[in-house]
C-alpha cells in the first residue's frame, strides 16, 4: 500500500534497485512484499518475550566468530544493514551472549514520535541497551567497547554533515559513516557483518554473521564499509530496504564532486 500511495517511496525504491543492476520486474514485486513483512513483523518482535523472538532464529551461520570475539575481551561492532529482519539481530545476541557482554545498540528516534514509546519498549531487553545518535551516545558506545562489550550499528544510513564521507556504493556515490571505523580502531574491537534472512513461509530467521573483508589496495575505509554491504545485499536482495534515500545529501554537507 505504501508503495502505490507514495510517488516518493515508489520512485526511491525503482532507482536503488536499477543503480544496484536489478532491473527484474519479479525482483522488484518480492522486494516490495518483504517491504511489508518487514514492517508488519516489528511488534511481534518488540512485544513478545524475549525467549519467544530469540526462538524465531532457528539457523545461526558464524556465532563461532563471536565466542572468539568474545574471548578477546576488545569488543564487538556489529554492522547490520536494513537488510532482512535487522531488529531480530540485536534481540537474539542479547539472549544468547554472556551478561558481562551486553549489547548496545545505537538509536536515532524515528520521524513518528507515536511510535518511539513501542520501539524503546521493546527494545527494553536483559543485555540489550540503546545509546542516542549524538556526541553522548558515541561515547557510550566506546565505554561498552572498551569494556569489553558489544555494540551494534546500521551501517548504511546517510549520516549527519561531518561524520561520514562519499564512498560509492552500487555505483552511486553515498554519504557514508565513519564512525564505525573509528570506534573500532580506537578500541580494537572486531568488526562483524551480521544480517538475519527471512525464511520463506514463516519458518524464522537465518542469523548470519561474517568478519568484515579486507580494504582492497588504495580502497577508503567507507568504500571498503560499502563494498562489503553490497556483498552482503547480493546474497538476499529482496530483502533489502531499496525504498531508502541513500544517496541524499546531508543538510549542510558538499555534494560529490
Known sequence: MVYLVSPRYRHYFRANLRAAGYADGALLNRAIAEAGKGLLELPAIWLRPHETVAGWVVQVTGWDLVEAALARRRGIVFLTPHLGCFEITAQYYAYRAPA???????????????????MLAG???????????????????LRALKHGEAIGILPDQAPGVGEGEWAEFFGRPAYTMTLAGRLAEASGAQVLLAYAERLPQGRGYHLQLSAMPQPLAGESPARALNRALEGLIRLCPAQYGWGYNRYKVPAGAQPPK
Open 123 to 141: 527494545r527494553d531487553r536483559p543485555n540489550l541497551r540503546v545509546a542516542s545518535a549524538d556526541l553522548g551516545g558515541v561515547r557510550i558506545l
Open 100 to 118: 558481562n557482554a551486553p549489547l548496545t545498540v545505537l538509536y536515532r528516534p524515528p520521524r513518528k514520535k507515536a511510535v518511539e514509546p513501542l
